[in-house]
């Protein structure tokens, strides 16, 4: 007959099997196989990739990036030439991944907040009508919607020869809209400059007038105020810097346009693309956040004799904003990834100027790496800026 051993005081201590049926240690224990196969499985991945890479006599690492990219690229944020290395290649690249996406944000909100409100309208028009873009916007794959619509814009405009000018120095042609720019001058710095201290002067005035109206319940007029001294500010930085009124206007010269600014028909197939269909969520985001709104708050709103988009302004919205933003900041986040799909219409966003990096270089698990990297960077620094909002817009209760 077996013999259970007791530890000092008659307590029997514990032995492997009493560990291995108690649920918490058998947890941890799964969870330290798990991450073992997951390491063993990427080590198993690498090694061979490696090895793969050197029977072929690819060079691995980063090195490509100083080296000259010997490749042009249409549209650039940045001073760039052939002769630039890869290194500003990708981040041109970037630079104008962050361009059609930034803008496609904000005009997409504009867009869907108007679309998404007429679909609530009691005109039966403006609500079918909107109901009509939702549906048919919502329902057509983004990459088809930017092809038709670069398809459309080159076609829908003139040769640059015959240049529609709906505007002074505003030319309308098939290679895109020319428009004309500020020379450049130092006046321009000190007006960044005052534009900033603007912004900074706003902030705290906005900070000491809630704290005002928070222990006296007097408003503050913060915007018309903030206006005041940012246009202020600016103005007085442009005369400082010498009142610059030089201005490079576009003209034809030759089969071409020279001077000013040109916005390509492939950034605004992209932009037009992914602003329209982005927006049809985000009506239906805004259309089910004022919805989400109990309908009390437009009796109270009726009973103070404030109009209808008075309230709706005042009112309804900002509370339909705390059900709104979590869906919301999906959506800009799917734009933004969907912006990789520009490549397809030859804009030189980041994915396009990666494969042709990948293209001469060899190099594509780490040009891969790079785009996969920065695209992950821009959705969490979407994320961490609509969380913010998100706190700073939820009901604080005393």
């Not at 990834?337 to 219409?345: E, I, T, W």
Request: with cysteine.
């Amino acid at each position: 007959m077996s013999k259970t051993q007791n530890a000092p005081g008659g307590v029997r201590s514990k032995t492997v099997v009493d560990y291995l049926n108690d649920e918490n240690v058998r947890a941890i224990l799964y969870q330290i196989i798990a991450i073992g196969l997951v390491i063993l499985a990427g080590w198993y991945l690498v090694s061979n990739t490696l090895v793969n890479l050197e029977r072929q006599n690819i060079s691995t690492g980063y090195g490509f990036l100083d080296l000259e990219a010997s490749f042009e690229i249409s549209e650039s944020m940045v001073q760039y030439s052939a002769q630039s290395s890869y290194a500003t290649a990708l981040l041109v690249g970037l630079l104008n991944t962050v361009k059609v996406s930034l803008l496609g944000i904000i005009l997409c909100t504009i867009i869907g907040t108007i679309f998404g409100i007429a679909r609530l309208s009691s005109n039966w028009i403006v609500r079918k009508l909107a109901t009509v873009y939702v549906e048919i916007f919502r329902n057509i794959p983004v990459l088809l919607q930017l092809f038709f619509w670069y398809a459309v814009i080159p076609n829908a405009f003139p040769h640059p020869r015959d240049a529609f000018e709906p505007l002074p120095g505003v030319l309308l042609t098939s290679r895109g809209m020319y428009m004309p720019v500020p020379v450049a001058d130092n006046a321009y710095t000190l007006m960044g400059i005052a534009a900033i201290i603007a912004f900074v002067a706003i902030f705290l005035i906005k900070k000491w007038a809630k704290k005002r109206q928070d222990e006296t319940g007097q408003p503050f007029p913060v915007f018309l105020v903030g206006t005041g001294i940012f246009v202020g500010l600016v103005f007085i930085a442009y005369l400082i810097g010498g009142a610059p009124t030089d201005m490079d206007i576009p003209e034809l010269k030759g089969f071409n346009i020279r001077g000013g600014t040109n916005v390509s028909p492939e950034f605004l197939a992209v932009l037009i693309g992914l602003t329209v269909y982005t927006s049809t969520y985000v009506a239906e985001v805004v259309r089910s956040g004022i919805q989400a709104v109990p309908h009390g708050q437009w009796e109270a709103a009726d009973s103070l004799g404030i109009k209808r988009s008075v309230a709706l302004r005042k009112v309804i919205l900002p509370q339909s904003m705390r059900v709104a933003i979590p869906p919301l900041t999906n959506q800009y986040l799917n734009l933004t990834k969907n912006s990789s799909l520009a490549v397809a219409v030859g804009y030189p966003d980041l994915v396009s100027v990666s494969n042709t990096t990948m293209n001469q270089t060899g190099q594509a698990i780490e040009a891969i790496s790079i785009f996969m990297s920065i695209y992950l960077g821009l959705s969490l620094l979407t994320s961490l800026f609509m969380n913010w909002f998100n706190k700073k817009m939820a009901l604080v209760e005393r």
